[in-house]
T-cell receptor, first 113, second 110 residues
Framework: EPEVTQTPSHQVTQMGQEVILRCVPISNHLYFYWYRQILGQKVEFLVSFYNNEISEKSEIFDDQFSVERPDGSNFTLKIRSTKLEDSAMYFC???????????FGPGTRLTVL | GENVEQHPSTLSVQEGDSAVIKCTYSDSASNYFPWYKQELGKRPQLIIDIRSNVGEKKDQRIAVTLNKTAKHFSLHITETQPEDSAVYFCAHRGFQKLVFGTGTRLLVSP
């Protein structure tokens, strides 16, 4: 069964550094999402992406964040200058146009020191 | 008006008992209500979902009920087993995003 994949599984970075988190959505899916989950808390929406543009974003998704679909398979989340509070698990998700279910990737644990 | 209240935050039951988790939302435009199970360190996994034109849905030991007028929806797990132990999140979707509840940690003791 096709799955959303994410790399790396764990990223450790210094405060102020840029990080890029990578996702490969399921191949026939056209809606892509990023969520984050701070340890022990709920899952929070960051951004949705469709037809090569952002369709919705949350207050968390400020100017330090950006998303890109650089080719036909990857979907990336960039954080330009990481802060301690960016430490969290970041989940990518995707869904088909005609469906409701969002399929989640395994997540990238980002640790900012 | 997008928050979801979820109760209880923790729930301990004996194996074989039933477990009920309740959520309340405020966005009238919401039309899709999934429930996710998340084991420690893993991704959220969809266990059941319901659309707003349906009041109840059942899949083996799991059922979800929706009261759109009252903006409540609930997850029911019958004949609980130790492997049901996890954190359960309700969610709802209005436009694009899923808005998650705060989670319920379910512990099923043998």
């Amino acid at each position: 069964e096709p799955e959303v994949t994410q790399t790396p599984s764990h990223q450790v970075t210094q405060m102020g550094q840029e990080v890029i988190l990578r996702c490969v959505p399921i191949s026939n899916h056209l809606y892509f999402y990023w969520y984050r989950q701070i340890l022990g808390q709920k899952v929070e929406f960051l951004v949705s992406f469709y037809n090569n543009e952002i369709s919705e974003k949350s207050e968390i998704f400020d100017d330090q964040f950006s998303v890109e679909r650089p080719d036909g398979s990857n979907f990336t989340l960039k954080i330009r200058s990481t802060k301690l509070e960016d430490s969290a698990m970041y989940f990518c998700a995707s869904r088909v146009t005609s469906g409701n279910e969002q399929f989640f990737g395994p997540g990238t644990r980002l640790t900012v020191l | 008006g997008e928050n979801v209240e979820q109760h209880p935050s923790t729930l301990s039951v004996q194996e074989g008992d039933s477990a009920v988790i309740k959520c309340t939302y405020s966005d009238s435009a919401s039309n899709y209500f999934p429930w996710y199970k998340q084991e420690l360190g893993k991704r959220p996994q969809l266990i059941i979902d319901i659309r707003s034109n349906v009041g109840e849905k059942k899949d083996q030991r799991i059922a979800v009920t929706l009261n759109k007028t009252a903006k409540h929806f609930s997850l029911h797990i019958t004949e609980t087993q130790p492997e049901d132990s996890a954190v359960y999140f309700c969610a709802h979707r209005g436009f694009q995003k899923l808005v998650f509840g705060t989670g319920t940690r379910l512990l099923v003791s043998p």
